[in-house]
């Protein structure tokens, strides 16, 4: 399988369909246990990358990052957001990132966040990169708990997302 492959060759940049993703209000309700099939309206992605003039669609590959955390009490909300902002400027310049989404805190102090990369090596480059090593540091002081998750994220001929652990295991989370 090939990575994001085809795209270009369609004159679509990546970006551009995965622009249109849409949050599901469960993911914005309940963050850490939403299954990601009922995260975004991914449905609006594969069309697009259907429309497109990209007719393989169903045969490209895109490593996605899911980022599951409670905020701690008292985390000190703009230092996390002012690093989130510079880590996420910084991947947006190392190439590779596609689209980045974080959301909103629910009254439980829970939230979701992900990014989906053109390929692996995009997003490993990116984590060796100051302003994500300053970013992650934050993590142990901001959060009770945070969970990563990392999937190749493909979808069907019917344009159904497909989402696979990177060890192998199919995830239906």
């Not at 949050?23 to 990601?36: A, F, H, I, K, Y």
């Not at 989404?101 to 009254?107: F, H, I, K, T």
Request: hydrophobic fraction near 40%.
């Amino acid at each position: 399988m090939v990575e994001s492959m085809g795209l270009e060759a369609a004159h679509e940049k990546p970006e551009e369909a995965f622009s249109v993703m849409e949050p599901s209000q469960e993911v914005s309700s309940n963050p850490l246990d939403t299954p990601l099939v009922e995260c975004f309206e991914w449905r609006l992605v594969s069309n697009r990358l259907m429309t497109r003039g990209c007719e393989a669609a169903q045969d490209m590959r895109f490593y996605m990052v899911v980022f599951r955390s409670k905020r701690r009490e008292g985390a000190d909300s703009k230092a996390l957001y002012a690093a989130d902002a510079n880590a996420h400027e910084e991947a947006k310049h190392s190439g590779g990132l596609l689209m980045y989404w974080y959301g909103s805190l629910n009254e439980r102090r829970e939230c979701f966040a992900t990014c989906i990369w053109k390929s692996r090596e995009d997003a490993l480059r990116a984590t060796k990169l100051p302003k994500h090593i300053e970013a992650a540091m934050l993590a142990s002081q901001m959060y009770e708990f945070y969970r990563l998750e990392k999937y190749w994220l493909t979808f069907s001929i019917d344009g159904e997302p497909r989402f696979e652990d990177v060890n192998g295991i199919i995830a239906h989370i």
